[in-house]
């Protein structure tokens, strides 16, 4: 049995390698999951993991098989690297700015498109998000201001359009794993980390985070100092740590925050929370379906070729 | 052959252990050191650990010796907890505050100062800097203002003579050590992490952290994103993550420096990095001998008995 599609949408993260078959008429016309995600993958295995997805998958058109990719795949670790745009860039060059790998198989031609970089003493990367930003905008024409990507690595950016401004990364998802895991803090974080008390303490940290955000240094030891001193359990410790480190995000990017309401691209539970925090503060998030957001960019991204 | 003391001063910390014979005019008479940290011994070990390192010692009054000790001795997790004193408080008291674990091998009758605690919304705990902190009024009656003692988890303390009114706790240390080991900053914190790139880093770092301490989750970031993007290296990279964490960490408490100098308790090259950032703020951090302030501190706690 074999799939037959236009063309194909690769979404190729650190952890998972997520592929879509794309019809003539623009629908998805089929689905394809693997765990063959970036960060498992030497640079010589991507061309096989690719071959291997895509098992029995035909062009409509014949010839060979259009496979559009964004994310970490093009990444220095990655298949082949696909330098930075530099922001402020406008993105709808995103595919002019895509590397080609060799043809897979005589059968599959890859392009993986770049990411976004910031120079000029603002240092920054990205990866993966400048695809969704582009979905953001497609979806939404006219949109101006600013996006937030909750994650490992939250992403910040000022969207004009199609052109990205100006972005920051915070390190809030990453920093709450390895404090869990490594730090003196893990001592108030053993045990069942989801009881009833993460709610109060996700509030209660949420605010001394908005409150404080140049505290943090100081704030995080009274998890610590919290669970010796007033009997706090691990669940309120575990919700107290998540709302500090989202609380000081959204508290030191405060500035940014206009009227409207802030679009959240990022996982459905992660983006709840971050509504949550916004709202404390009398802002307002509206998260995003992020498979339609990465998939829109990929088809816009297609569809601006020089 | 036997030392003769009046008394033995101790410091029982989580990595080591350190013991002084006191004379009878007040003079060091010996000097033992070992190991043996708390984190390194089960409840059920302090009393061999100790009796070992004394071995041969006997008190120049006869019966039994007199040992104080400060420190993680007296944690939950240590030999016999020493309930907080909380501060508000004045240090004279901590011999009032003492747990006395019984007399080892017939002949060692050891007391375990408490640490110092704060509550009512502020949790925090001490426990061995207190006593540092009675031999710095020790050492310098009439002193008032803010101390800072750099290190894993870095205290700021607002001392009143003998009376400390208030403290905060830092993760600088302990923060830095994570993020090397443990987070995506450890790609760009491989090899040799001591050349001459260092100092400008640090210098940098520092910079960046003084000046928007509440921007430390993004800030992080720009140590990856500057080897990727400018060719940072290793030795640069790691000045900038520990000037970063040393800026932000004294920014955010800019408000408790006044206009004389700031004490430091805390190993010679940490407070010399302290002092240098102090200075890029007009301020000046003035590093002492953390030996002769935890001595000095024994001994006034031991002259305060009530």
Redesign the interface.
């Known amino acids: 049995m074999t799939d037959i599609v236009d063309w194909i949408a690769v979404d190729w993260g650190t952890s998972n390698l997520r592929a879509w078959g794309i019809a003539s008429d623009g629908s998805v016309a089929l689905e394809r999951n693997s765990a063959k995600g970036m960060g498992k993958l030497a640079r010589d295995e991507f061309p096989a993991a690719l071959s291997e997805l895509l098992a029995g998958v035909t062009p409509a058109h014949g010839g060979t098989l259009d496979v559009l990719i964004c994310g970490m795949a093009g990444a ?1 670790q990655g298949w082949l690297e696909a330098p ?1 745009l530099e922001a402020p860039t406008d993105l709808r060059g995103l595919l002019d700015g895509a590397v080609r790998p060799d043809i897979v198989d005589g059968r599959i031609a890859p392009a993986i498109l770049p990411g976004v ?3 000029a003493g ?4 990205m990866r993966g998000e400048e695809t969704q930003l582009l979905g953001l905008a497609a979806l939404r024409p006219g949109f101006s201001g600013v996006v937030c990507m909750p994650g490992t ?1 939250s992403k910040w950016a000022q969207l004009s359009g199609t052109r990205i401004e100006r972005f ?5 998802g ?2 709450f794993e ?2 869990r ?4 803090l893990r001592h108030s974080l053993t045990g069942d980390l989801d009881g009833p008390g993460r709610a109060e303490g996700f509030a209660a940290g949420a605010a001394a985070g908005l409150e404080r ?6 704030t ?3 998890v ?3 669970s ?3 009997g706090r359990q691990p669940d309120w410790c575990a919700g107290y740590l998540s709302g500090l ?1 989202i609380g ?2 959204i ?2 990017n405060r500035h940014l925050i206009g009227g409207q309401a802030v679009p959240l691209i990022g996982s459905p539970a992660l983006c709840a929370l971050y509504a949550q925090v916004l709202a404390m503060i009398g802002a307002s998030g509206e998260p995003q379906d992020a498979t339609q957001i990465v998939l829109a960019g990929l088809k816009a991204a297609r569809s601006f070729a020089a």
């Open positions: 220095r930075y970089c910031q120079k603002a240092d920054n990367v690595h920051s990364t915070a390190m809030t990453e920093m390895v404090l895991t490594h730090s003196v955000p140049e505290q943090l240094l100081g995080l030891f009274q610590r100092a919290g010796l001193l007033s480190l000081t995000e508290g030191s």
